[in-house]
């Protein structure tokens, strides 16, 4: 079954209507095309491939296949791996905040709550029906519903994040905006996601691994990820890139069995070999990790 438009189509549209539309990060109306389809702010270089909204269907594309078989060879088996990078995470969430009331936006199968409930009272928000049911099954708190339209008391919580999640969404600014209204003052939002202005995405360009719209729809750079974060009344407190760590499984899936050139013979071959279970761990300086503080309240829309 067809889900996602294919590329051709995605250009189309976004070559017509945006031309009224305006930048999410600067809010001016220079937008022009940029690699594969995508298109730039010629102001402040933010680049985005948001404009199929409408015809997309996320519960299909998030469904429980992304996680085991389209963007995730099995998102489960790596439970001990995708909780290495978690566990780092919370060590920098502690030097800030060392309890309180914790939402995990995107939280997929829970694996980060799990982490985090040892020193906040938690809260997951997913998309995904298989990932909540999974998750719930672990007595963790997580809820199938669309975090910027849930009803959370305003000034109510301390740490909201946002793992890879804020170039998935359909409308970065609310889920902001949400944040900002629910966070108390001070709260911290942290979130990680590519970084198309680094070395690494520049060199690569259109094969950046990074660059596979429309489940990747806004590309931030260090820059335009602080003014977008800056404008909805948070300030940065710290800004790094980080390594990830991955199964060698994971690795050559994602290298072997992404994009239009699929290599499944050469993948089934080396999944079957002993080290594939093992993990690495690489910086690659384009994945940014940023935690931020609400340092002034903004009206919400």
């Known amino acids: 079954m067809k ?36 298109l730039k702010c010629e102001s402040c270089g933010f680049v985005t491939a948001n404009l199929t909204m409408d015809e997309l269907n996320f519960n299909k594309i998030y469904g429980r296949e992304y996680f085991f078989g389209n963007e995730y060879v099995d998102y489960v088996q790596d439970k001990k791996v995708l909780q290495r990078n ?9 030097k ?27 809260k997951g928000y997913e998309i995904c029906q298989d990932a909540v049911d999974f998750a719930r099954s672990s007595s963790l708190d997580v809820v199938c519903d669309d975090f910027s339209k849930a009803y ?27 944040s900002n209204a629910i966070l108390k003052q001070n709260g911290l939002l942290c979130i990680t996601t590519g970084d198309i202005g680094s070395f690494n995405a520049r060199l690569r360009k259109q094969k950046w691994r990074m660059l596979h719209p429309p489940t990747h729809l806004y590309y931030f750079s ?21 390594s ?15 994009g239009k050139k699929k290599h499944g013979n050469l993948y089934k071959l080396l999944e079957k070999l002993y080290f594939t279970q093992f993990k690495l761990s690489l910086n690659l300086r384009d994945i940014i990790y940023v935690i931020a503080a609400k340092n002034r309240s903004i009206e919400t829309q």
């Open 3 to 38: 889900i996602i438009p294919d590329q051709r189509e995605i250009q189309n549209e976004l070559e017509g209507i945006m031309q009224n539309k305006l930048c999410l990060v600067c809010g001016k109306s220079k937008i022009g095309p940029h690699l594969q389809g995508l």
């Open 86 to 94: 978690f566990k780092k995470r919370i060590k920098s969430i502690l």
């Open 96 to 122: 800030y905040k060392r309890n309180g009331f914790l939402v995990d936006v995107g939280c997929a199968y829970g694996f980060f709550l799990e982490v985090a409930k040892e020193y906040f009272e938690v």
């Open 152 to 178: 959370i008391p305003k000034n109510s919580m301390d740490v909201i994040t946002m793992w890879d999640v804020i170039e998935h969404l359909p409308d970065p600014q609310s889920y902001v905006v949400k």
């Open 222 to 242: 260090k820059e335009t990820l602080r003014l977008f974060l800056e404008k909805n009344g948070f300030q940065i407190l710290q800004e790094e890139y980080i």
């Open 244 to 258: 990830l760590s991955r199964s060698i499984r994971q690795i050559a899936y994602s290298v072997l069995m992404s």
